[in-house]
């Protein structure tokens, strides 16, 4: 792989095995690398060395732990820009876009080398003259993670972190588009000092199979998984058998509604951050746009005008604001949503340009409906239906008629409604005149079909912890 400054960041490239998984560039077709697969008894064996190095990673004070994942935070941002070349040249997405990646991959190490240390527990007043109570929380043992193509570094960094701080060992399955971030991520952290057998990475024969593996092996407790509700929901059923704890970072539908009282410029630029991000393709991506009826128009043609700005491309060319789509299977289905929203009366706005490859035009559709189907369906690229609304009650109908409950985003300038539509909301996360939330200090997570747990923030960390009570008598 070319241009890439520090080397041993692609070291495992060197020993791979006979067998391996070649990895293509999105935007040229190209092969860019080959990531190891384990066989079935080598990934046995990656879970048996995960259990013994656990027991010695846990007993380490969390001060060192966290000096550890203080470090590695600081490799990370020193490789900054080798990692985001890796990135875009396995995922597609603009240089610019993957170095704000790397940028919020390595926030959760730092925050999570930070709650290392704040692991409390409660002293609780006891129910008798004679007994005391205290909780304290411990690691859970060895967690395991699957995380998908979308967000190579910060969707792994952003379970990693909390694993590794509470004391778990952590393996991971990366997605095979994707697996070279993983792996040259990882090794950063072997040299900030994480213990190899502490944290894996791992690739198998079939994603099946792992999952098989993954949620069935008695000594992996915990299971973390970002992808599709549908696979969420069979990983979970299998994680049932055994009792496993899983956390489910799963589908989203959001809508993005714009009030008759908002700063439609603003609205326009949070939109256009909410929807392309990604080239559309993240789980919290607007999904579905409700504009009051009164400002449609104009929100319409604004939006767009900044659409039409956005320059399509190969990622690592200057100027290029939006990648290629992850694969052909990708292309085929947002088309087929498009060409399906149009027979059923959608416009685009602008007429829609075809491209070459796994490109895309950007599209804004407008005369949407919300009983179309592409209200009720995850994009997952560049497309931006908008509806027209009347009413807030007719608008919060609408805005909850899904299984999701993911993001959720509006502008408004009046207060009370904002309280009012909040609340209102079915969702984990709600922008309110803000199209990015992402960050690590705030609880990410959905409800209803968009998963089960919180990443990041104070809570994250009590997904890889147990809490355990200590009733002390006769004092
Ligand atoms: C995702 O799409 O799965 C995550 C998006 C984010 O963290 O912002």
Not at 130 to 155: E, H, L, S, Y
Not at 328 to 336: T, V
Not at 366 to 392: L, R, W, Y
Not at 441 to 462: C, H, N, T, Y
Request: with cysteine; proline share 5%.
């Amino acid at each position: 792989m070319q241009h890439i400054k520090n080397q041993s960041l692609l070291s495992f490239m060197a020993t791979a095995p006979e067998s391996a998984v070649a990895v293509s560039n999105p935007a040229t077709g190209e092969i860019v690398g080959h990531a190891p697969i384990s066989d079935e008894s080598a990934l046995m064996g990656s879970i048996e060395r995960a259990h013994v190095a656990q027991k010695e990673w846990a007993k380490l004070p969390a001060k060192t732990r966290s000096n550890i994942l203080h470090r590695w935070f600081e490799l990370l941002l020193e490789n900054k820009e080798d990692l985001a070349r890796i990135m875009t040249l396995e995922q597609g997405k603009p240089l610019a876009e993957a170095q704000g990646e790397v940028l919020y991959g390595a926030s959760f190490i730092e925050w999570f080398a930070e709650e290392a240390k704040r692991s409390y527990g409660d002293t609780v007043p006891g129910p008798t003259a004679d007994k005391r109570v205290v909780t304290i929380k411990q690691p859970i043992g060895v967690a395991c993670a699957i995380t998908p193509w979308n967000f190579p570094i910060a969707m792994i960094t952003r379970k990693a972190g909390p694993a590794l701080a509470a004391g778990c060992s952590f393996v991971v399955k990366p997605s095979d588009s994707t697996p070279l971030s993983a792996f040259a991520t990882a090794e950063l952290a072997y040299q900030a000092g994480v213990p190899r057998d502490v944290l894996q990475v791992v690739l198998g024969e079939s994603s099946r199979k792992i999952g098989a593996i993954f949620t069935s092996h008695p000594l992996i407790r915990k299971l973390s998984f970002t992808g599709s509700t549908q696979v969420g929901s069979v990983l979970m059923a299998q994680c049932a058998n055994d009792i496993k704890r899983t956390s489910m970072e799963l589908g989203g539908n959001a809508p993005f509604i714009v009030f008759d009282d908002a700063d439609i410029d603003a609205a326009v630029q949070g939109a256009l951050a909410s929807k392309f991000r990604n080239a559309g393709q993240t789980c919290v991506c607007a999904n579905r746009f409700y504009v009051h009826s009164s400002v449609y128009d104009e929100f319409v043609s604004k939006f767009d005008a900044a659409v039409q700005t956005l320059k399509v491309g190969n990622g690592v060319e200057e100027g290029v604001t939006i990648g290629p789509v992850i694969n052909e299977a990708a292309k085929q289905g947002i088309q087929a949503i498009i060409d399906r929203a149009i027979e059923q009366g959608a416009q685009p706005v602008t007429e829609l340009k075809i491209l070459d490859g796994l490109f895309m035009q950007p599209v804004v559709l407008k005369n949407v409906k919300h009983t179309m189907d592409i209200v009720q369906e995850e994009i997952f690229g560049p497309v931006a239906p908008v509806i027209s609304f009347e009413t807030d009650e007719e608008l919060i109908e609408m805005a909850n008629d899904t299984i999701y409950g993911l993001a959720s985003y509006f502008y408004s300038q009046n207060i009370h409604r904002v309280w009012k539509v909040a609340e209102a909301l079915e969702y984990g996360m709600v922008g309110i005149n803000e199209g990015i939330i992402s960050t690590e200090v705030a609880p990410f997570g959905g409800v209803k079909q968009s998963g089960i747990g919180r990443e990041g923030a104070k809570l994250g960390m009590d997904e890889y912890m147990d809490v355990k009570y200590l009733c002390f008598g006769g004092m």
